[in-house]
């Protein structure tokens, strides 16, 4: 699996190059800054990009914009953004493409490495990787508006796995229920939430994306 990776500190940058190519990723380039990172993205056209916001000249949101402009041109082009703090405004522009193979991540969750690797190839595959931090704060900046107030606890509780990119059965086994009564709360959000149900987790995920990023 072919990989571009943007991070302007020179320590971390070499880290995720050693981690990744430990799990057997191909690390095809690995870029300091913004226009080199359009470049990168462009030319090598790779399975997934791991991406840092803050990139120079500007240290402001060059990375997230180089990797959009990326994706205008390479529609779908799976893109897993890093961050040092939660930003919302980030995180609802880069959601607000819908077209998959998306996730945003806090930088201090490269040290879970298993679960850093799972969220670099579930976005390489299509799918959705989101920090449950990100999602705590969409949820929260929507908590006051209606139908989210409508959701029982635990069904808030199975929207925010949802939003991190979670199947039924991974929801399950993290709330130790069984994966009927996550198919019923699911329904339950859909129902309340005015989202169509669809097949496969990332069509729904993003539909529910949608929904908070609204």
Do not use: C, W
């Amino acid at each position: 699996m072919r990989v571009v990776i943007a991070e302007d500190l020179a320590l971390l940058r070499d880290g995720l190059i050693r981690l990744l190519e430990a799990f057997q990723f191909e690390v095809v380039e690995a870029v300091d800054n913004g226009p080199s990172l359009l470049r990168a993205l462009t030319t090598h056209r790779p399975d997934v990009a791991v991406v840092d916001v803050r990139l120079p000249p500007t240290f402001t949101d060059e990375g997230l914009r180089a990797a959009l402009e990326a994706r205008k041109e390479i529609p779908g082009l799976p893109v897993l953004v890093l961050s040092q703090h939660v930003e919302q405004l980030y995180a609802r522009e880069l959601l607000s493409d819908s077209s998959g193979g998306i996730g945003y991540l806090l930088k201090d969750r490269v040290s879970d490495v298993s679960q850093f690797v799972d969220a670099v190839r579930r976005v390489a595959g299509g799918g959705t990787a989101l920090d449950p931090d990100v999602v705590a704060q969409l949820l929260t900046r929507r908590a006051r508006e209606e139908p989210l107030q409508t959701l029982t606890p635990r069904e808030r509780e199975v929207l925010g796995l949802m939003a991190e990119g979670r199947s039924n059965a991974a929801i399950a086994g993290k709330l130790f229920i069984t994966e009927k009564a996550i198919s019923k709360h699911t329904n339950n959000i859909f129902s309340k939430l005015n989202l169509q149900p669809a097949e496969g987790d990332n069509r729904r995920v993003l539909a529910v994306l949608a929904y908070l990023n609204t």
